[in-house]
């Protein structure tokens, strides 16, 4: 099992940036692709952004392309998701997860509880 807790949600105008951080415990953390999704109101759960066990693969949806970045400490359990230039459109829950590799959430075997980004106009 792998236990995933989201960090640094809120509220941020639009042009604003937020870093989400996801600490991961349990089994091996190195060992696991990891992936952020998230799920605005009324609309399915979609990729953003993930990247492999070691950090030399990233991959974005085409949404958030030039404006996210995603990294991981492997040393820390931790992956981060950098988000600059936030559009009103970004406002959702943010989830991360364990597993991959690639876009679609099946691939994914574990998740967090989520963390809501707010982007005000």
């Known amino acids: 099992q792998v236990q995933l807790v989201e960090s640094g949600g809120g509220l941020v105008q639009a042009g604003g940036s937020l870093r989400l951080s996801c600490a991961a415990s349990?089994?091996?953390?190195?060992?696991?692709?990891m992936g952020w999704f998230r799920q605005a109101p009324g609309k399915e759960r979609e990729f953003v952004s993930a990247?492999?066990?070691?950090?030399?693969?990233?991959d974005y949806a085409d949404s958030v392309k030039g404006r996210f970045t995603i990294s991981r400490d492997n040393a820390k359990n931790t992956v981060y998701l950098q988000m600059n230039s936030l559009k009103p459109e970004d406002t959702a829950v943010y989830y991360c997860?364990?597993?991959?590799?690639?876009?679609?959430?099946?691939?994914?075997?574990?998740w967090g509880q989520g963390t809501q980004v707010t982007v005000s106009s």
């Open positions: 997860a364990a597993g991959g590799p690639g876009w679609a959430l099946h691939n994914y075997n574990y």
């Open positions: 349990g089994r091996t953390f190195s060992n696991y692709g």
């Open positions: 990247i492999n066990w070691s950090g030399a693969n990233t």
